[in-house]
């Protein structure tokens, strides 16, 4: 016969197909069946295993509040995870306590900084294949950044390798040779959906109804139904894994290719931009190079200029002229990479924000990054060039008055999670203050009650414990059970002592228990009324994320200049490439100095040179010099 619990397992089971299932049962998520021995073999969980009948059902588990380690080794074993919570208190429950799938994690739609790289953006696509195109969107959940393109089937690979997703949604009904492009240019997982959810009706009606809008001509991607089918599917993956609200999600935006450089697969890793061709690492690479930001949302912003560098002129001055506006006053900059130092990853705390899933040090990052965005824009003053002074004035002074209430509210350093207490700063609410006291109260209670208890029964060692299952109880040693008195009741028996209850310890556990939960409950009604707050001005902390991040990577380019003695590119129209001592930057860097420089010089009546000289001379070095200082010359960099 199965249980009315295992009945209710198999159901929420089978709502999310090919994925671990997390049941939350008490203080512990447990897995059943399959799952349990799949967290055996991955997780290294003990199995052991819940009596049904004649059978044995295999189970595993680990404490709630320990998940995030468990649940990153499942995903990189390649296994989706559904996160099955308890949605009613088992004290008022009748029957089964209601539980419910809150959450499915898959690779590409994370947000938890203890599963991403801070400093790499981890983007979710889906492609639409149609008659010899391919529709394209990709998204950054944790930041709310969705981008469109439109390409032919054999650019897949070069799209695959600047888009860099973890995990890519396809029809059912993709044909054969995307499934091989992707097999030969991507390592991350592939998800199969129904053909009907890349529906271009049905896409279009998701978008609508995400962005409340009547029509998608104000997205700006007419002309790419092939997209916006991708951005419709895309939607639908993200409502079904989030089970919530997308609140944070910028509205589409058509990957524009005019006034950038296009780089494909071969260039990228040729000229070991992202990746060393030794050992596929990060280190020896142009972006290792270069970066030298203090932000996250700087890391990964620069990380999209070196992708997409600039071929307009106007726009190259501009963050030129920034760049060494930095560069020569070593003590503005020194200032500014001070306060970017302080400025937690507003980008990612906006997507918590935006998906009702951020928690009470999110709130107090979100404070100290807003006080000192705040700062950088003030230090920065009237004399800052015109980029500079822009983006100086994307950080509205609104930020401020967000940041005092959420000081205000808070503790200064407050836990994880604001479900068990301890977030709400004192006199910020009269009826928590009172529950407090209570507590407080009740300590010391218990405090008298041990004391009277060990005069009165002549057990000097006699305690008071708390128990997670038995509440607070009388512990007596073996050594004095003799003594134990007339109406203690027996509750555990542990290998040197007893614990016992009286009808006295019982009521007060009562009032205390019944105050803890009444504290929690306002807490965290407080808490959630203030995050609900801070939720509504997701836009203009989205913005002032983007303009620190832009600060940050012209004052990390204007403290490589001035470290290591880079120069301002001359930018001209013509078709002419001159060097004068030129140097690798990346050998450079890694040399101390001691790359012996060249001289480069192409013009129209020498567009094509020979270079010669005998093996290991330094022939691709020189070649791959000119395109490394071309392409941080066009990035915006000395």
């Known amino acids: 016969m199965v249980t009315p619990l295992m009945r209710q397992y198999g159901l929420l089971k089978e709502s999310v197909p090919g994925a671990v299932l997390l049941y939350r049962l008490g203080d512990f998520y447990e897995m059943f069946y399959e799952d349990a021995k799949v967290a055996n073999r991955v997780l290294g969980i003990t199995l052991t295993a819940r009596a049904k009948d004649d059978e044995r059902i295999p189970m595993a588990g680990f404490p709630h509040h320990a998940s995030l380690p468990y649940v990153r080794k499942l995903l990189a074993a390649g296994h ?43 983007h979710l696509l889906a492609i639409a294949p149609e008659r010899g195109h391919l529709g394209l969107a990709w998204a950054e959940l944790s930041t709310g950044h969705v981008l469109l393109d439109e390409i032919l089937p054999e650019e897949l690979e070069d799209a695959l390798a600047r888009i860099d997703p973890s995990e890519c949604v396809l029809p059912e009904a993709a044909p054969e040779a995307i499934v091989r492009a992707l097999g030969g240019a991507f390592r991350g997982v592939v998800t199969r ?218 503790v200064a350093e407050p836990p994880q999670t604001h479900l068990e207490g301890g977030v709400i700063a004192p006199g910020v609410d009269p009826g928590i203050d009172e529950l407090r006291t209570l507590l407080v109260d009740g300590d010391s209670w218990l405090d008298r009650f041990r004391e009277e208890e060990s005069r009165r029964t002549g057990i000097p060692s006699l305690k008071v414990v708390r128990h997670r299952v038995f509440g607070y109880s009388i512990e007596v040693t073996n050594t004095h059970r003799a003594r134990v008195p007339e109406g203690y009741v027996r509750q555990q028996t542990m290998k040197n002592a007893e614990r016992y209850t009286t009808s006295a310890l019982k009521t007060q556990e009562e009032r205390i228990l019944t105050a803890r939960g009444r504290l929690c409950a306002l807490e965290s009604e407080r808490f959630e009324a203030l995050r609900a707050h801070a939720a509504q001005g997701v836009r203009d902390i989205q913005g002032v994320a983007g303009a620190i991040g832009a600060l940050d990577v012209l004052c990390a380019f204007g403290q490589a200049a001035a470290e290591r003695g880079y120069v301002r590119p001359e930018i001209v129209q013509e078709p002419v490439l001159q060097v004068r001592s030129g140097r690798h930057p990346v050998l450079d860097r890694l040399l101390g100095g001691s790359f012996v420089p060249n001289d480069m010089d192409l013009r129209p009546d020498r567009l094509v040179q020979i270079v010669t000289g005998p093996n290991m001379a330094g022939k691709s070095t020189y070649i791959r010099t000119a395109g490394l200082l071309v392409l941080m010359a066009q990035a915006g960099s000395f």
């Open 80 to 122: 989706r995870v559904a996160v099955c919570e308890q949605v009613e208190d088992p004290a008022s429950a009748r029957g089964v306590v209601r539980r419910e799938v809150v959450r499915v994690f898959s690779p590409g739609t994370l947000l938890e900084d203890g599963l991403l790289e801070e400093r790499r953006a981890n």
């Open 193 to 410: 959906r129904s053909s009907i959810d890349f529906d271009r009706e049905g896409a279009e009606r998701r978008l609508r109804e995400q962005y409340r809008v009547a029509a998608l001509d104000a997205f700006g991607c007419d002309g790419m139904p092939h997209a916006l089918r991708a951005a419709g599917a895309l939607l639908g993956y993200l409502a079904e894994t989030q089970r919530g609200a997308l609140a944070h999600l910028h509205a589409p935006r058509r990957l524009g290719r005019e006034g950038v450089m296009i780089l494909d697969r071969a260039t990228l890793r040729g000229l070991e931009v992202l990746a060393s061709a030794r050992d596929g690492g990060a280190d020896g690479t142009l972006l290792a190079t270069l970066d030298a930001t203090r932000t996250a949302v700087g890391a990964r912003l620069l990380r999209a200029w070196v992708l997409r560098p600039l071929t307009d002129p106007s726009r190259l001055v501009l963050r030129h002229d920034a760049v060494g506006w930095f560069a020569g006053d070593a003590a503005l900059r020194g200032e500014i990479r001070d306060l970017l130092g302080k400025v937690y990853d507003l980008e990612r705390i906006a997507g918590r924000l935006g998906t009702s899933r951020a928690n009470p040090r999110d709130l107090m990052g979100l404070c100290e990054s807003l006080r000192s965005a705040g700062a950088i824009r003030d230090r920065l003053g009237d004399r800052a060039p015109a980029l500079v002074a822009e983006l100086a004035r994307g950080i509205p002074s609104g930020g401020e008055e967000l940041a005092s209430r959420i000081a205000a509210t808070l």
